[in-house]
């Protein structure tokens, strides 16, 4: 599995989305304004505003909270405007990190993220120097007991997945960012629900690592940058073994 999936299914075990639901409101709240702001309110026209309202129902955000933010987004009602920017940097170990923003004040931002990556074994670094390593994909997740391989595969390619793998426990399925509605929808259409889906950038190569307290070290690292207040997303090109993991887990 690359990084940034053995990353989301870290989360998805620790709990920590349910343990930190406030927080995760906030981060969608703000997601769902700029994607309306940027591509207008309709989600039949918006794919980016679809999936951040998808985001927000499957976190049980209550349908006021997702319609006001809408309406901020549009104008309709007032609102803070959000600029989007992408930090790069590295952590422990020499891994690659890319951190999405959205904030109302970049200088502030800056200067935390890289606080946090100077405290935690990292550094920030220029534009361009390693988002080079992550490629914009949409990435389909889904549990191996909810479907045989040979149909989840023969769905996923048929409706234009550009890679199919099985892992110990899941399958994951890749797509180009404009193929990611169309096989979602078809996976959906088979009776078939993802563990995930979303678009996200997945690193062209990782790095291993093999020692627990190098592991451990990313792990706090990026559990603080997951945890600032303006952090959308966070993908690092790190692969850790299950063994680890586990140990990291107990």
Known sequence: MSGHSKWAT??????ALD???????????????????????SMDTNPRLRLAIEKGKAANMPSDNIDRAVKKGTGELPGVTY????????????IAILIEILTDNKNRAASEIRNILEKKGGSLSGS???????AKKGL???????????????????????????????????????????VKKAIADAGITPESAEVTRIPSATVKVAGINEARSIMILMDALEDHEDTQNVYANFDISDEILHELAK
């Open 10 to 15: 870290i989360k998805h075990k620790k709990g």
């Open 19 to 41: 343990a930190k639901r406030g927080a995760l409101f906030t981060k969608l709240i703000k997601e769902i304004t700029t994607a309306a702001r940027t591509g207008g309110g």
């Open 83 to 94: 600029e989007e920017l992408m930090y790069e940097g590295y952590g422990p170990n020499g």
């Open 128 to 134: 361009g120097s390693v988002a080079w390593q992550f």
């Open 140 to 182: 389909i997740v889904v549990k191996k007991e909810a479907a045989d391989e040979d149909k989840m595969m023969g769905i996923a390619l048929e409706a234009g997945a550009s890679d199919f793998s099985a892992e110990k426990e899941i399958y994951e399925i890749t797509t180009e960012p404009h193929d990611f509605e169309k």
